[in-house]
């Protein structure tokens, strides 16, 4: 049977570009220049959607470096391959708990807008830590609160109803657990970002 998360984001892959305004990409822009991305990083972009991130990574990474996403919805991740073209552009269909990627590859990955839908966020948590390099930033980021986030999710319903960030001290446990370091958390109107370093 068909994961009910996956047909909610496969039927959403059209339309999910029209869901970001103008002033949520120049947002992000901002947010983007503010993490840790030099030029010729390797970078993945766990539960990409259709790339929103793309254009502004790949530009900062340059020909030496990549981004790579993953989605566990097919159809995002062809779309995100449409709307990207890019020789430094990777596109790969595959759940963010199963990682298709050897150990210490890349030197920074992100969560926008996609950890509240991981089934499970440990896990999710487990995988980041085990592809990146050591002490390199796992970013997990929303153009929203963690409060605000939770009533949009039970607004839009269905298989998204109940998907939540965890409380701080929550993810303090996971991160925690999976090795990670120096977890620092902005939670406030418009925002949420939360970073920690590898440790290995």
């Not at 570009?17 to 990083?41: N, P, Q, W, Y």
Request: with cysteine; proline share 4%.
């Amino acid at each position: 049977m068909h994961d009910p998360h996956q047909q909610f984001f496969d039927q959403l892959a059209q339309e999910w570009d029209f869901t970001f305004t103008a002033e949520d990409l120049e947002r992000l822009s901002h947010i983007v220049d503010k993490l840790e991305v030099a030029e010729g990083m390797e970078i993945l972009d766990i539960g990409c959607g259709t790339g929103i991130l793309f254009d502004l990574l790949r530009r900062k990474v340059g020909t030496g470096g990549s981004v790579t996403g993953v989605d566990f919805s097919l159809e995002m991740a062809e779309k995100a391959h449409r709307n990207f073209p890019f020789p430094n552009v990777n596109v790969v269909d595959a759940d963010a708990l199963s990682l298709p990627f050897a150990d210490s590859t890349f030197d920074l990955v992100i969560a926008f807008a996609s950890f509240p839908h991981f089934a499970d966020q440990q896990r999710a948590v487990d995988e980041a830590h085990r592809i990146l390099k050591s002490g390199a930033p796992f970013y997990i980021i929303h153009l929203e609160s963690s409060r605000e986030l939770t009533d949009i999710h039970r607004r839009v319903g269905g298989a998204v109803a109940n998907d939540e960030l965890p409380d701080e001290s929550r993810l303090r446990e996971m991160f925690e657990h999976s090795k990670f370091v120096d977890l620092t958390i902005e939670d406030h109107p418009g925002l949420y970002l939360a970073r920690a370093a590898s440790s290995k």
